[in-house]
């Protein structure tokens, strides 16, 4: 069974950058769409990036397109997300997923493993 852990989340002020990374091990990486999704104190989780499983396609959410980028390295089994622009709005734990198959998708019910997260705070 593969397991996802994220890493490189911290504090950074607003209009800083950030980059967090997301290692899979144990099971299949390169041939599954990944994405990544954030919870912000008392909202649901969203959707933030999704990329396919070669890379080719990505799928952003309004409110990042533009300041953050996902890519992957499917040789080292490790996705990304490259944040700028970093907004007090974009403060949230930041988790990346394995979808069930190889298309980007926003909806969160396509994707069926789970890291535990990484926190992000943007101070203003």
């Known amino acids: 069974q593969v397991q996802l852990a994220e890493s490189g989340g911290g504090l950074v002020q607003a209009g800083g950058s950030q980059g967090l990374s997301c290692a899979a091990s144990?099971?299949?990486?390169?041939?599954?769409?990944m994405g990544w999704f954030r919870q912000a104190p008392g909202k649901e989780r969203e959707f933030v990036a999704a990329?396919?499983?070669?890379?080719?396609?990505?799928v952003y959410a309004d409110s990042v397109k533009g300041r953050f980028t996902i890519s992957r390295d499917n040789a080292k089994n490790t996705l990304y997300l490259r944040m700028n622009s970093l907004k007090p709005e974009d403060t949230a734990l930041y988790y990346c997923?394995?979808?069930?198959?190889?298309?980007?998708?926003?909806?969160?019910?396509?994707?069926?493993?789970w890291g535990q997260g990484t926190q992000v705070t943007v101070s203003s």
């Open positions: 990329i396919t499983w070669r890379g080719g396609t990505t």
């Open positions: 144990g099971g299949s990486f390169g041939i599954y769409a």
């Open positions: 997923a394995r979808a069930a198959g190889r298309a980007a998708t926003m909806r969160e019910s396509e994707y069926n493993v």
